[in-house]
């Protein structure tokens, strides 16, 4: 059942990451019309296609990619392809929520900018990027990982959660007009946390530094990552 549960948020995950990059294409191709052509419609059409279709693929993709993070032994900082694809998620949100979307709106109202396709050109270029990271899985791990500890997966109700979270956001934005990523916001960041105490607990342990039930021994040794 755990598998399963995995298999499924997995799933979520691509399925989204090829929504919101194939959003993003038909965005770049409204604006380059809008452009070209001077339709102002055009770009009420790209304003109304990020706001209600593509903010919502890249939303659960987003989330989803770090509950698979946090859930599983991969970890957010223990590989540098995970860790990088974290930092580009970021950058993406944080550039299509304050800059992009905003900039959509007054190309609605007739104020046009030459950035606006090519930083929807560079979203489309990270989210391929992205997905080559999860091929390729390359450069190792990073300086922060401890081998002598593997993070465990989490447990079948944590999936569960995990895709059923997505599914009351949606529902919200549906009803506010808006995208609204509330509650997935909160199960990663609670999660995480969590898991991160987890982890260190365990860093500890392995170290011999000693556990809860006991003092350190000295001469003690690290117990198998395996």
């Known amino acids: 059942m755990q598998k399963r549960a995995r298999t499924l948020l997995v799933w979520l995950h691509v399925v989204t990451s090829v929504g919101w990059m194939s959003q993003a294409v038909a965005l770049l191709a409204l604006l380059l019309y809008g452009m070209e052509s001077g339709d102002v419609s055009a770009f009420e059409m790209a304003r109304f296609l990020d706001h209600r279709v593509l903010a919502v693929m890249a939303n659960i993709s987003a989330f989803t990619g770090m509950m698979l993070s946090a859930t599983t032994p991969w970890g957010y900082f223990r590989h540098w392809w995970v860790l990088t694809k974290f930092v580009i998620t970021v950058v993406q949100l944080y550039v299509g929520i304050f800059i992009l979307s905003d900039n959509l709106e007054a190309a609605a109202h007739g104020h046009v900018t030459a950035w606006m396709p090519v930083g929807t050109s560079l979203m489309i270029s990270a989210i391929a990027f992205q997905a080559w990271l999860s091929v390729a899985k390359p450069w190792g791990r990073t300086p922060w990982a401890d081998p002598k500890v593997k993070l465990p997966t989490a447990s079948t109700a944590v999936f569960v959660v995990a895709l ?51 003092p350190a021994r000295r001469g003690a040794t690290a117990p198998s990552s395996r």
């Open 164 to 214: 059923v979270v997505p599914l009351a956001d949606v529902a919200v934005s549906l009803r506010t007009g808006g995208p609204r990523p509330l509650f997935m916001l909160v199960t990663v960041i609670a999660y995480s946390i969590t898991r991160a105490a987890r982890g260190r607990s365990r860093s500890s342990d392995a170290s011999g530094r000693g556990t809860s039930g006991g």
